[in-house]
């Protein structure tokens, strides 16, 4: 029996994933501070085009920064024009995309495949763990995939509907604006899996309905002018490449090769890369048997009855070529966990589809099986955090986390969740609440689950897990929130503030992605020390930089002037600048391994 028949059960299903939203995302965005490292280099380059009121040319710290396209960082500066420069107004562009982009699952999922998958469309966007995990830093991805997930939509229903002109215009401004978020990589995804999807399907035939003359026009006249006026304001001067060699030969084809100067980026092994989906859809990924049997069921069945296409069947063909080409292409390239993330709507759309359907059809062999995995992982990994509280109960609580964590060993990492990575065994008594909520929620919300799809409640049961998950993310901010010490520099930048003075220096050793929280949150300039690197190294050489580079000799003389110097040093930095400084220096303030030394009191 379905159980959204009547209106009523509908509009109460759709508030109550909308439910899930505001746990999951709204209520994780005011807090914590933002991180060290991209994080707030990001926010500062979007604060300083209010401040400089330059919204072509990118910069950090007053250095130019040619690596990205501007609209997340013209979204994020409108939002501090209207809501003050925060924490909260840096993340509003990323909790509203993923709000759109699980309404647009849920819309599409609705015309395509029913209301029970729209409604599983939805709870899987809202709670899967990779669009958690890759949305607690401001990186451009959410905003990507909601842009990719709209022309990939509206493609569809172009072809679904001949003659429909705005479908195909929509779809090339979408286009322009991805570009404007993520480069060149929007037109390789689009590009590949339209065709490939033409050649399939037969499609291309109806070529003249795709508007390629107009279109163009329409996608030049939005995409152009940003790239035409960042290469006219940034040309190459003597031996020193402009904005195009940087951006588009450095930042795209380079970093592809794996060759991008300098270099920043880590590439994942083969067998991790594809194995991490399973941990970035969870736990819904765990029904992929369910979803693979259907979709070779169900086409077989289409070649067999020449079942013409349908919107119902062009998107599965859109969502399964989306998918592929996505993966495919980052495992050939240099890659991040998250670079995938545009893909992960087009696998929950067939996730979704795929349960719903057996749910419907009383198919539930696999769904029981699936279920009773996935209960038995989160059941493991219940008792991991059990034996965790047992070994710690003696432990005293450590409200500064990083203290304990900057004990671990620290490689530097350059892939973006690797700080899980310093999770020690002494640190879990600082995450005694968040790790016990996780426990009952994880325990209470999966026996309720496999008991309801047994009973072949499978909406119920769905509803339980996902109820877990929403518990789940909550005690993970909440121990997100505990990490904040170590993954931020806020509370040292607000010790320095208490006592800084105009005249005063600030200097940080090494990268400025060491202590970036410094730059966003201390009205201040700040300064680098051995800093001519990543993504401070190309616009350091234009000649308007900033005189803020300095060196070990530049570092000793000022230490020794009459200028008060405070000077931030990573844990793993702090052994060189002992070498340099000697014990002539004062440890004004440290923080989970982080040390701020000054010259005088």
């Given at each position: 029996?379905d159980?959204?028949?009547s209106?009523?059960?509908?509009?109460l299903?759709?508030?109550a994933?909308?439910?899930?939203f505001?746990?999951?995302?709204?209520?994780?965005?005011?807090?914590?501070?933002?991180?060290?490292d991209?994080?707030?280099?990001?926010?500062?380059?979007?604060?300083?085009?209010?401040?400089?009121?330059?919204?072509?040319?990118?910069?950090?710290?007053?250095?130019r920064?040619?690596?990205?396209?501007?609209?997340?960082?013209?979204?994020?500066?409108?939002?501090?024009r209207?809501?003050g420069?925060?924490?909260?107004a840096?993340?509003?562009?990323?909790?509203?995309a993923?709000?759109?982009?699980?309404?647009?699952?849920?819309?599409?999922?609705?015309?395509?495949?029913?209301?029970?998958?729209?409604?599983?469309t939805?709870?899987f966007?809202?709670?899967?763990?990779?669009?958690?995990l890759f949305?607690?830093?401001?990186?451009?991805e959410?905003?990507?995939?909601?842009?990719?997930?709209a022309?990939f939509?509206?493609l569809?229903?172009?072809?679904?509907?001949?003659?429909?002109?705005?479908h195909w215009?929509?779809?090339?401004v979408?286009?322009?604006?991805a570009?404007?978020?993520k480069?060149?990589?929007?037109?390789?995804?689009?590009?590949?899996?339209?065709?490939?999807?033409?050649?399939?399907?037969?499609?291309?035939?109806?070529?003249?309905?795709f508007r390629?003359?107009?279109?163009?026009?329409?996608f030049?006249?939005?995409?152009?002018?940003?790239?035409?006026?960042?290469?006219?304001?940034n040309?190459?001067?003597g031996?020193?490449?402009?904005?195009f060699?940087?951006?588009?030969?450095?930042?795209?084809?380079?970093?592809?090769?794996?060759k991008r100067?300098?270099?920043?980026y880590?590439?994942?092994?083969?067998y991790l890369?594809?194995?991490?989906?399973?941990?970035?859809l969870?736990?819904?990924?765990?029904y992929?048997?369910?979803?693979v049997?259907?979709?070779?069921?169900?086409?077989?069945?289409?070649?067999?009855?020449?079942v013409?296409?349908?919107?119902?069947?062009?998107?599965?063909?859109i969502?399964?070529?989306?998918?592929?080409?996505t993966?495919?292409?980052?495992?050939?390239?240099?890659?991040q966990?998250?670079?995938?993330?545009?893909a992960?709507?087009?696998?929950?759309?067939?996730?979704?589809s795929?349960?719903a359907?057996e749910?419907?059809?009383?198919?539930?062999?696999?769904?029981?099986s699936?279920?009773?995995?996935?209960?038995?992982?989160?059941?493991?990994?219940?008792?991991?955090?059990?034996?965790?509280?047992?070994?710690s109960?003696h432990l005293p609580?450590?409200?500064?986390?990083?203290?304990?964590?900057a004990?671990?060993?620290?490689d530097?990492?350059?892939?973006?969740?690797?700080?899980?990575?310093d999770?020690?065994?002494?640190s879990?008594?600082?995450?005694?609440?968040?790790?016990?909520l996780?426990?009952?929620?994880?325990?209470?919300?999966?026996?309720?689950?496999?008991?309801?799809?047994?009973?072949r409640?499978?909406?119920?049961?769905?509803?339980?897990?996902?109820?877990?998950?929403?518990?789940?993310?909550?005690?993970a901010?909440?121990?997100?929130?505990?990490f904040?010490?170590?993954?931020?520099?806020?509370r040292?930048?607000?010790?320095i503030?208490q006592?800084l003075?105009?005249?005063?220096?600030?200097?940080?050793?090494?990268?400025q992605?060491?202590?970036?929280?410094?730059?966003?949150?201390?009205?201040?300039?700040?300064?680098?020390?051995n800093?001519?690197t990543?993504?401070?190294?190309?616009?350091?050489?234009?000649?308007d930089?900033?005189h803020?580079?300095?060196?070990d000799?530049d570092?000793?003389r000022?230490?020794?002037?009459?200028t008060r110097?405070?000077?931030?040093?990573?844990?793993f930095?702090?052994?060189?600048?002992?070498?340099?400084?000697?014990?002539?220096?004062?440890?004004?303030?440290s923080?989970s391994?982080?040390?701020?030394?000054?010259?005088r009191?």
């Amino acid at each position: 029996m379905d159980v959204l028949t009547s209106t009523s059960s509908r509009r109460l299903a759709w508030a109550a994933v909308f439910f899930l939203f505001l746990a999951i995302y709204v209520g994780s965005a005011f807090t914590p501070a933002l991180q060290d490292d991209v994080d707030t280099s990001h926010a500062v380059a979007a604060r300083e085009m209010i401040t400089r009121g330059d919204y072509v040319t990118l910069h950090i710290n007053g250095v130019r920064y040619l690596e990205k396209a501007p609209l997340m960082y013209w979204l994020v500066a409108g939002c501090y024009r209207v809501f003050g420069v925060s924490d909260f107004a840096t993340r509003l562009p990323t909790v509203a995309a993923m709000f759109l982009l699980a309404l647009l699952g849920m819309l599409w999922g609705r015309r395509a495949f029913g209301q029970r998958a729209a409604v599983y469309t939805g709870i899987f966007t809202v709670t899967g763990l990779g669009y958690f995990l890759f949305t607690r830093v401001l990186i451009p991805e959410a905003i990507l995939s909601l842009l990719i997930a709209a022309i990939f939509y509206c493609l569809v229903a172009a072809l679904d509907r001949p003659n429909s002109r705005w479908h195909w215009y929509a779809a090339y401004v979408l286009l322009a604006l991805a570009v404007l978020t993520k480069g060149l990589l929007a037109l390789v995804v689009i590009g590949a899996t339209l065709v490939t999807y033409l050649a399939i399907t037969g499609e291309w035939r109806r070529w003249r309905e795709f508007r390629l003359f107009s279109g163009l026009l329409l996608f030049f006249a939005v995409a152009a002018p940003w790239h035409i006026l960042a290469g006219l304001r940034n040309p190459a001067f003597g031996d020193h490449h402009g904005f195009f060699w940087f951006y588009f030969v450095n930042e795209h084809f380079l970093r592809f090769l794996g060759k991008r100067v300098p270099k920043d980026y880590n590439k994942l092994p083969g067998y991790l890369y594809w194995s991490l989906h399973l941990a970035w859809l969870f736990p819904w990924s765990l029904y992929l048997p369910v979803a693979v049997r259907r979709l070779i069921a169900d086409m077989r069945r289409s070649r067999r009855d020449n079942v013409p296409l349908d919107f119902r069947t062009r998107t599965r063909w859109i969502c399964i070529l989306w998918a592929l080409v996505t993966l495919v292409f980052f495992s050939f390239s240099t890659n991040q966990e998250y670079y995938t993330f545009p893909a992960y709507l087009a696998l929950f759309l067939l996730l979704a589809s795929s349960v719903a359907d057996e749910e419907v059809q009383g198919r539930t062999f696999w769904l029981v099986s699936t279920t009773a995995l996935s209960v038995s992982l989160r059941l493991v990994f219940a008792a991991v955090l059990i034996a965790g509280l047992w070994s710690s109960r003696h432990l005293p609580f450590v409200p500064d986390i990083g203290e304990v964590l900057a004990q671990a060993n620290q490689d530097n990492t350059t892939l973006s969740m690797g700080h899980i990575l310093d999770l020690t065994g002494a640190s879990f008594a600082a995450l005694r609440f968040p790790a016990i909520l996780a426990v009952v929620a994880l325990v209470v919300g999966s026996l309720a689950e496999i008991v309801l799809r047994a009973k072949r409640k499978h909406f119920a049961s769905n509803w339980a897990l996902a109820l877990t998950m929403m518990v789940f993310l909550v005690a993970a901010h909440i121990a997100l929130v505990r990490f904040d010490p170590y993954l931020s520099s806020r509370r040292l930048a607000s010790r320095i503030e208490q006592e800084l003075k105009p005249q005063d220096r600030v200097l940080i050793y090494g990268d400025q992605a060491y202590g970036s929280s410094l730059v966003f949150y201390l009205h201040h300039p700040v300064e680098l020390v051995n800093g001519r690197t990543t993504s401070m190294w190309f616009g350091s050489s234009f000649p308007d930089a900033p005189h803020i580079f300095l060196d070990d000799a530049d570092l000793v003389r000022l230490w020794n002037s009459e200028t008060r110097v405070f000077l931030f040093v990573p844990d793993f930095r702090q052994k060189e600048v002992d070498d340099k400084l000697g014990p002539n220096k004062l440890v004004y303030a440290s923080n989970s391994g982080k040390v701020v030394y000054t010259n005088r009191n």
